[in-house]
């Protein structure tokens, strides 16, 4: 089977740096994403990782290590805004599986 | 990045009526769109993919005949769910995957919100 595992919450000040961690078990797959969501909004896309190692764009970073079976989203210079719910995602060819979710608290 | 539009954004029926959502890919052609469920701070819950010009693929629980989802051409899928009852309310979104060799991205719909009276 599959599973994606993911803290509930996390808390962070405002300014600060957060990781959100995920770890994974799946029998395959070709890359891990990251999607954040604002209550009463859709998802939208944070990220992709289809090989191991850091990509970057802008404040937010996401990693892979497939031998880990581990990833994580690393959020830079926290502002207000940045308070949503963020998914890992895992990409298969037959399906998307989307993890539980971690809601991201900021401190002012 | 890519929109795509989901219409209704809100829809109130009465219990036994069915309701029709369109999702639309504007800016590419998405041979596979995808539809979803959330409840209150939960997460997604895959309810069906749906592949242009074949039959739609359902997650383990989802009755087909309830939610008829029909994926016509490469840029409009259709979600019906049928005989809508009160436990149907939900926040119902869909999504257009968007796949090339460095990305695999799903445009994400605004979502519509169905309350079953």
């Known amino acids: 089977g599959q599973s994606l595992e993911q803290p509930s919450e996390v808390t962070a000040v405002e300014g600060a740096i957060v990781q959100i961690n995920c770890t994974y078990q799946t029998s395959g797959f070709y890359g891990l994403s990251w999607y954040q969501q604002h209550d009463g909004g859709a998802p939208t896309f944070l990220s992709y990782?289809?090989?191991?190692g850091l990509e970057e764009t802008g404040r937010f970073s996401s990693f892979l290590s497939r031998s880990d079976s581990y990833g994580y989203l690393l959020l830079q210079e926290l502002q207000m805004k940045d308070s949503a719910s963020y998914f890992c995602v895992l990409n298969r060819d037959d399906k998307i599986i989307f993890g539980k979710g971690t809601r991201l608290h900021i401190l002012p | 990045g890519a929109v795509v539009s989901q219409h209704p954004s809100r829809v109130i029926c009465k219990s036994g009526t069915s309701v029709k959502i369109e999702c639309r890919s504007l800016?590419?052609?998405?041979?596979?769109m995808f539809w979803y469920r959330q409840f209150p701070k939960q997460s997604l819950m895959l309810m069906a993919t749906?592949?242009?010009?074949?039959?739609?693929?359902?997650e383990q629980g989802v009755e087909k005949d309830k939610f008829l989802i029909n994926h016509a051409s490469l840029t409009l899928s259709t979600l019906t769910v049928t005989s809508a009852h009160p436990e149907d309310s939900s926040f119902y979104i869909c999504?257009?995957?968007?796949?090339?060799?460095?990305?695999?991205?799903?445009?994400f719909g605004p979502g519509t919100r169905l309350t079953v009276l």
């Open positions: 990782n289809a090989l191991d």
């Open positions: 999504s257009a995957r968007f796949r090339d060799r460095s990305t695999d991205t799903q445009y």
């Open positions: 749906s592949n242009e010009g074949s039959k739609a693929t359902y």
């Open positions: 800016d590419f052609q998405a041979t596979t």
